[in-house]
């Protein structure tokens, strides 16, 4: 199946900071999923992108479908410490109807 | 997370049992997956259905066996529990192909330990 390598795999980072993250696969996906996950929570998507070179923001949180599909950013401004937890990308599996995620991000915020 | 419950929330158990998770659905997704999470790996596929009567395996199906009777339900079993199976199960259901992200919901997982 298809691999997505996540980076960093964690960040700590002091309040008010800018926070950017990517992701990379080998082959060419055709969707960008962004999520996060909190603690105890199962994961929450936050951006969805589905053009090459489409730019999406939501809030605080801007997302880029790369060029040559092989990539997507995921950038967030201004942390605060309810940013806190494992962010994810993740793409439509295009063999099993399902979704291939990247290792994550651990996000810690410190006030 | 509304709409997939997953059961039981917490399991501790011993090598060698059986068990199922359970999770339902009451959006008439067609799509359900069963993924399962461990530190420093995200999500991976275990089994996924795409209707009643349809399952598939996925990126790593070996110990576990799935059934899909009815739109609604998806359980998952476990078949000789092994401490590697030990880890977060999440259940998930969309609407349709997994390409409009946006259709899909997680539930909120089950914890499972084996000792």
């Known amino acids: 199946g298809q691999q997505l390598n996540q980076s960093p795999q964690s960040m700590f980072i002091q309040e008010g900071e800018d926070v950017s993250m990517n992701c990379t696969s080998s082959s060419i996906f055709n969707t960008w999923l962004w999520y996060k996950q909190e603690p105890g929570e199962g994961p929450v998507l936050l951006i969805a992108l589905y053009k090459a070179g489409e730019l999406t923001s939501n809030g605080r949180l801007t997302a880029q479908f790369g060029i040559t599909r092989k990539d997507s950013f995921l950038n967030i401004s201004a942390s605060i410490p309810s940013d806190v937890g494992i962010y994810f990308c993740?793409?439509?599996?295009?063999?099993?109807?399902?979704?291939?995620f990247g290792s994550g991000t651990r996000l810690q915020v410190q006030p | 997370n509304a709409g997939v419950t997953q059961t039981p929330k917490f399991q501790v158990l011993k090598t060698g049992q059986s068990m199922t998770l359970q999770c339902a659905q009451d959006m008439n997704h067609e799509y359900m997956s069963w993924y399962r999470q461990d530190p420093g790996m995200g999500l991976r596929l275990i089994h996924y259905s795409v209707g009643a009567g349809i399952t598939d395996q996925g990126e790593v199906p070996n110990g576990y066996n799935v059934s899909r009777s009815t739109t609604e339900d998806f359980p998952l079993r476990l078949l000789s529990a092994a401490p590697s199976q030990t880890s977060v199960y999440f259940c998930?259901?969309?609407?349709?192909?997994?390409?409009?992200?946006?259709?899909?919901?997680f539930g909120e997982g089950s914890w499972l330990t084996v000792v």
């Open positions: 993740a793409g439509p599996d295009t063999g099993r109807r399902a979704l291939t």
């Open positions: 998930a259901s969309s609407q349709d192909r997994t390409g409009r992200g946006n259709t899909i919901y």
